[in-house]
T-cell receptor
Framework: GDSVTQMEGPVTLSEEAFLTINCTYTATGYPSLFWYVQYPGEGLQLLLKATKADDKGSNKGFEATYRKETTSFHLEKGSVQVSDSAVYFCALSDQGGNDYKLSFGAGTTVTVRA | NAGVMQNPRHLVRRRGQEARLRCSPMKGHSHVYWYRQLPEEGLKFMVYLQKENIIDESGMPKERFSAEFPKEGPSILRIQQVVRGDSAAYFC?????????????FGPGTRLTVL
């Protein structure tokens, strides 16, 4: 079945550093791809998404591009802040009539130090 | 507008007991989803419900697990005769409509520990 593999953490960075979290997927067709973020004590929040190949999702300085040829959706941010400390989840949706089903990676914990 | 509420946040049960997890969706949302996150793994879809109906329970274990979303009140995920392997984080999400075009809003999760 469809699955997502993302970079293992934890990742520790200094403020203003560049962040990349790798995410690759396995799917039989062309799913939609998502990044969710979970801040301490809160639920997962949608950070960005892309619904077709070569789409770029962006939000709050984060970007990810849907790469069909490499089946990847890597998350990047050019200059992180302490407030970006969180757990980041890559996810894909099932296709067709079942696209409410999300499949998630294991999550990557990111800590940004001042 | 309050977000998705889940309670309890932490639940400890002994083997053989029952666990009841509650989820109140966002106001106006009639679609509820339950996901389970086992240690070191990603969230896995369990069940999708609308008011009074189970739409898709393909991710639910065949035995001991059940879910409901009554006309009034929260959605309930019930686990009977819990075993240690049920220890996990259980997340609930809600949306305005079906399909991935309708964002799923997640609650903070319930951490179940089975002793």
């Amino acid at each position: 079945g469809d699955s997502v593999t993302q970079m293992e953490g934890p990742v520790t960075l200094s403020e203003e550093a560049f962040l990349t979290i790798n995410c690759t997927y396995t799917a039989t067709g062309y799913p939609s791809l998502f990044w969710y973020v979970q801040y301490p004590g809160e639920g997962l929040q949608l950070l960005l998404k892309a619904t077709k190949a070569d789409d770029k999702g962006s939000n709050k300085g984060f970007e990810a591009t849907y790469r069909k040829e490499t089946t990847s959706f890597h998350l990047e941010k050019g200059s992180v802040q302490v407030s970006d400390s969180a757990v980041y989840f890559c996810a894909l949706s099932d296709q067709g009539g079942n696209d409410y089903k999300l499949s998630f990676g294991a999550g990557t914990t990111v800590t940004v130090r001042a | 507008n309050a977000g998705v509420m889940q309670n309890p946040r932490h639940l400890v049960r002994r083997r053989g007991q029952e666990a009841r997890l509650r989820c109140s969706p966002m106001k106006g949302h009639s679609h509820v989803y339950w996901y389970r996150q086992l240690p070191e793994e990603g969230l896995k879809f369990m069940v999708y419900l609308q008011k009074e109906n189970i739409i898709d329970e393909s991710g639910m274990p065949k035995e001991r697990f059940s879910a409901e979303f009554p006309k009034e009140g929260p959605s309930i995920l019930r686990i009977q005769q819990v075993v240690r392997g049920d220890s996990a984080a259980y997340f609930c999400a809600s949306s305005l409509g079906q399909s991935s075009y309708n964002e799923q809003f997640f609650g903070p999760g319930t951490r179940l520990t089975v002793l």
